[in-house]
């Protein structure tokens, strides 16, 4: 158990120094209301303008999966390029072949200029920097509707990434879905999120006086939650980017949040305590 009076004391020098995570820049929150069909998560290619340069492919972009993924969402040509049609889209009640014409471009969460990665523990984030990996994929989930879609990837004998295909099923099927269930009501409910909270809760910070970038750890307690927290909690429409982690912990997950090209890094640690699930510490 912590010592109360280095508790406040560690509280009082994280007040000091500004590291509060709220104090920092958001990325942009583009998210809008979205119907249920593959088009609705599409934006018309030709009123749309590319977010990645046009510039000729090289085998680097397939190295690792972030990197072909930035440039597929982020290119129109590309990304039509990168699909195998006709793409099969399952849905509950049967599969359909989306033909080339019929699919529009996507930038999926670029316009956000954040995505999570939802983990049972630090080490399996090594994945994402894995040269080798053959599958992966990208899921959407509706937190608020219980529903998802999942956009596969496959990485071919040639070395490069393609869309396999889409399917629509509900988050209930999730192997995290216990935990995705709670979340949706955290990540939207700012009391709850108190609630939630570990009775000290570790928070690492970077030390804003630091010219070397280092950061200071503390903890705060529950009540100091709106000060501290983080400055994006992805909620509503999340995508969490999967790169062939297998869930087995029923007491603990990962949420790692990153940003695309702004720096944004957030980490938040949550287990299973008395059969519930809280906050145990966060990194922003």
């Known amino acids: 158990m912590y010592n109360r009076k280095l ?20 990325p942009a929150d583009a998210e809008s209301a979205e119907e ?6 599409t934006l018309l290619a030709d009123t749309v303008p590319d977010l990645v340069e046009e ?26 390029n990168r699909i195998v049609f006709p793409l099969p889209v399952h849905k509950e009640g049967g ?19 954040f995505y999570s990665v939802l983990l049972d523990n630090n080490q399996q984030d090594s994945l994402s920097k894995s040269y080798v990996l053959t599958h992966a994929s990208v899921e ?18 040639g070395g490069e990434w393609r869309l396999t295909q889409v399917t629509h099923k509900p988050i209930s099927d999730h192997p995290c879905a216990s935990f995705l269930q709670f979340y949706q009501r955290f990540s939207a409910d700012s009391a709850y999120q108190v609630h939630s909270l570990d009775e000290f809760v570790v928070m690492t910070a970077p030390d804003s006086d630091d010219e070397e970038f280092n950061e200071v750890t503390g903890s705060i307690m529950p009540e100091q939650w ?24 029923e ?6 949040v990153r940003g695309v090209a702004n720096g944004l890094n957030i980490e938040m640690t949550f287990q299973r305590k008395d059969n519930a699930w809280k906050l145990v510490k966060f990194t922003c």
């Open 55 to 80: 510039v000729p492919e090289s085998k680097a972009v397939d190295e690792l999966f972030d990197d072909f993924f930035f440039n597929f969402a982020g290119n129109r040509r590309m990304q039509m």
């Open 226 to 249: 709106p000060t501290f927290k983080p400055v994006v909690i992805p909620h509503g429409v999340v995508y969490l980017v999967n790169y062939g982690q297998h869930y087995s912990s």
């Open 140 to 157: 959407k989930l509706y937190l608020d509707e219980g529903r998802m879609k999942e956009y596969d990837f496959e990485r071919g004998d």
């Open 251 to 256: 007491n603990q997950k990962v949420l790692i």
């Open 7 to 26: 508790l406040l004391s560690i509280v009082l020098v994280l007040c000091m120094i500004g590291t509060s995570c709220t104090d920092r820049k958001s």
């Open 36 to 41: 249920d069909s593959l088009a609705a998560d």
């Open 95 to 113: 599969t359909a072949m989306l033909a080339r014409r019929q699919w529009q471009y996507s930038h999926f969460f670029m316009g956000e200029g």
